[in-house]
């Protein structure tokens, strides 16, 4: 076949292709949004100051 045949029966059958490529996509995005997360990252900071020291004194930066 050359390209001038796949450009024929894309032509012919362009409708079929987008509506199949459109439900794959929405389904897709269907299971995606009912999965339940896997992964969850959290994050805790844990700041002290020594008791001789002032909060004035801390420097930023």
Do not use: F, N
Not at 29 to 39: I, Q
């Amino acid at each position: 076949m050359e390209l001038r045949d796949y450009l024929r029966i894309l032509h012919k059958h362009w409708i079929s292709i987008v509506a199949i490529t459109l439900i794959g996509v929405l389904a897709a995005a269907g299971l995606s949004m009912l999965s339940t997360p896997k992964y969850d990252a959290t994050t805790q900071i844990y700041v002290s100051v020594g008791a001789a020291a002032r909060l004035g004194d801390i420097r930023h930066g």
